[in-house]
């Protein structure tokens, strides 16, 4: 069969050949064992360079599933979405998208949405740089396609339209809380937090110095659920070059 691939990562087996794990839209995170990948005369090339769009032909047991490792037969390049790997902040959020979506698994039911929205925006960073909302806005849908974004536009426990900003965010009402169901307690997020997020919710941009704390509660929210996004490599490099940036 032949199915579209995203690769996520890969690391070397031997002296000649390559372990390339990708996301397919139809079989999740695959496992593939290239041979020979590493000669120059090698037919598979840079189609299964990491963050590459290929399409490859293998042979597929649907009875064994795709726990085990795939030799394919052809790889056939796609998009190598060259202008966003000369950008060094398109290309951390990037490979930040890639880990995730590797430590994330194997979840079989999300695969194609999961793909979709990977190849859109590696595609939009093709096109555009990297801004201060495009991580926070794949990391929201990411929340969404494994079905539990926080809910930000309406409160968790009355239902009220959230118009500014939530008064708080609560775990146990799935996101934000407004004012009234507040009441008296103390919020746990700072004010300007809650505002900035409120603004994101609303589409509204945030400053670049704000957008990581919109990240992180994004990413936590993902750790909550997932678990597995501890040590996300990337994330320490995309704030590196997102201060080499701004020096
Ligand atoms: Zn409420």
Not at 123 to 140: D, F, Q, R, T, V
Not at 142 to 167: E, S
Not at 199 to 212: L, M, P, Y
């Amino acid at each position: 069969m032949r199915t579209q691939i995203i690769v996520l990562h890969r690391y070397a087996y031997g002296d000649s050949s390559w372990i390339v794990k990708a996301l397919s839209p139809d079989l999740g995170v695959l496992s593939l064992l290239v041979k020979g990948a590493k000669s120059k005369n090698s037919r598979f090339k840079a189609s299964i360079d990491p963050l590459a769009h290929s399409e490859i032909e293998i042979r597929y047991n649907r009875s064994k599933g795709n726990s085990c490792l795939i030799i394919p037969k052809e790889a056939f390049l796609q998009n190598y979405f060259q202008k966003m790997r000369m950008n060094l902040q398109s290309l951390a959020a990037a490979q930040l998208m890639a880990e995730i979506l590797l430590k994330l698994g194997n979840n079989f039911s999300h695969a194609a949405e999961e793909f979709k929205w990977l190849l859109n925006n590696l595609e939009y960073l093709e096109l555009n740089e990297a801004n201060e909302n495009s991580l926070s806005i794949w990391l929201h849908k990411l929340c969404d396609i494994l079905g539990y974004a926080p809910m930000l536009l309406n409160c968790g426990l009355c239902g009220q339209k959230i118009l500014q900003a939530p008064a708080d965010l609560w775990h146990s009402a799935g996101g934000a809380v407004c004012e009234n169901c507040l009441g008296e307690k103390k919020p746990s997020y700072d004010q300007v937090f809650l505002q900035e997020l409120g603004n994101f919710a609303n589409g509204k941009s945030n400053s670049r110095q704000n957008c990581q704390r919109i990240e992180n509660f994004f990413l936590g929210h993902l750790k909550v659920h997932a678990g597995a996004l501890d040590n996300l490599r990337s994330y320490e490099w995309l704030i590196e070059t997102r201060k080499l940036a701004s020096s």
